[in-house]
């Protein structure tokens, strides 16, 4: 967490981050890379990854699913 920079990476909203990977092993192209969804739980300093989905099979992740996503990391970060 201490080297993760927020202005390098676009802000969803609530501690919510998309950070695009891209692949050595992939043809170059933004459209031919990963994206990783994270939350950030700034009172412990942790980054909680929520999803990883390929740009070229997946446009973009719809808003119902990430939160649903974020929802289970919630509940499991409370237990």
């Given at each position: 967490m201490e080297n993760f920079d927020k202005n390098k990476f676009v802000h969803i909203g609530n501690n919510v981050y998309?950070?695009?990977l891209?692949?050595?092993e992939i043809a170059k192209g933004?459209?031919?890379s990963f994206r990783?969804?994270?939350f950030i739980v700034e009172d412990d300093n942790i980054l909680v990854?929520?999803?990883i989905?390929?740009?070229?099979e997946c446009?973009?992740?719809?808003k119902k699913e990430l939160n649903n996503h974020l929802e289970m990391i919630l509940l499991e970060l409370l237990a």
């Open positions: 998309k950070i695009r891209k692949c050595d933004k459209s031919k990783l969804i994270i990854p929520i999803t989905y390929f740009k070229g446009e973009s992740i719809g």
